[in-house]
């Protein structure tokens, strides 16, 4: 019964490749958020969506690009992977008007 | 942009001994929350605090939020080997964005 999920755990790709990550949340929550965390544990939002709408696109290459095909989900496409692409990628959801952002276990991206 | 800072960057204790991470906002928050992340695991939501000068415990662990609502500490009394994660606050933007602290990793020896 997990609450936040993401797809693939681990992921190790060669620079310049396509990958995709997904996740989903079966909790009913309207928003939808992915994070970057570094090497030192910074965690920096990416995107955040809210009924399948973009409301926060941060600083970040054209090359991500996420989707929304519907509330429960949001997946995380990246193009000409780059290595300092490397880090855990964390996909999280919060519901309006309650407290706190239920976290995915994250995305450990290699890019070698 | 507006930042929020959390000090010490790290922190060893023996077990048994009390813990304390300090956060400071660059600008006045509407509320703080702070979550806990194990070693290879994801941050966990712990607690929001939304009044100035609020404080709020659970068992162990005391959590306060400034009278200016621009600083937050966390007290761990008596830590334990379970305490062992990095602890982040996180306050929203004006535009609701969640930002988070730096993060203090704390290490405890049995």
């Known amino acids: 019964d997990t609450a936040v999920s993401q797809t693939p755990k681990y992921l190790v790709t060669q620079m310049g490749n396509d990958k995709s990550i997904k996740c989903e949340q079966n909790l009913g929550h309207d928003t939808m958020y992915w994070y970057k965390q570094d090497s030192k544990k910074f965690l920096k939002i990416m995107f955040s969506?809210?009924?399948?709408?973009?409301?926060i696109n941060e600083t970040v290459p054209n090359r991500f690009s996420p989707k929304s095909p519907d509330k429960a989900h949001l997946n995380l496409h990246i193009n000409s992977l780059e290595l300092g692409d490397s880090a855990v990628y964390f996909c999280?959801?919060?519901?309006?008007?309650?407290?706190?952002?239920?976290f995915g276990s994250g995305t450990r991206l290699t890019v070698v | 942009g507006q930042q929020v800072m959390q000090i010490p960057q790290y922190q060893h204790v023996q077990e048994g001994e009390d813990f304390t991470t300090y956060c400071n906002s660059s600008t006045t928050l509407s509320n703080i929350q702070w979550y806990k992340q194990r070693p290879g695991g994801h941050p966990v939501f712990l607690i929001q605090l939304v009044k100035s000068g609020e404080v709020k415990k659970q068992k162990r662990l005391t959590f306060q939020f400034g009278e200016a609502k621009k600083n937050s500490s966390l007290h761990i009394t008596a830590t334990q080997t379970t305490d062992v994660g990095t602890y982040f606050c996180?306050?929203?933007?004006?535009?609701?964005?969640?930002?988070f602290g730096t993060g203090t990793r704390l290490q405890v020896f049995p």
């Open positions: 969506y809210n009924n399948k709408e973009l409301i």
């Open positions: 996180a306050g929203p933007t004006n535009t609701d964005k969640l930002i």
């Open positions: 999280a959801s919060s519901r309006a008007g309650a407290y706190g952002y239920t």
